[in-house]
């Protein structure tokens, strides 16, 4: 009898390591609005994706200067959460402050 795990035989419900692949991530991204305040974008930066207050302050300044900051990197349901998550706080604060995310 022969032993099923020696050789290049394939082993039933294993994996090559090579099938595996990390998921795909996407960058979250707030857009640069008239109307929204830079002190709430601040406190989005911090509420929502965790960021003190200095890194808030600085994506915030890309956020105004550029049109657009990087908030994070994220699995696509872990961003579509957080887009949804600024959503939902803009809204009940009065803001029409937009949120996306792209592919890396």
């Not at 099923?4 to 082993?11: E, H, I, M, R, Y």
């Not at 349901?77 to 887009?83: D, G, L």
Request: proline share 4%; glycine share 6%; net charge negative.
């Amino acid at each position: 009898m022969s032993d099923p795990l020696a050789g290049d035989q394939a082993t039933p419900g294993l994996r090559d390591e090579r099938e595996v692949r990390e998921p795909r991530k996407y960058k979250v991204l707030l857009h640069n609005d008239d109307y929204t305040t830079m002190d709430f974008v601040v406190e989005v930066l911090v509420r929502v994706f965790h960021k003190n207050e200095a890194q808030a302050t600085a994506i915030m300044l890309a956020v105004h200067n550029q049109g657009f900051g990087v908030c994070g990197t994220y699995t696509a349901e872990v961003a579509e959460t957080k887009v949804d998550m600024v959503h939902r706080l803009a809204r009940s604060a009065g803001f029409p402050l937009k949120c996306s995310m792209e592919g890396e």
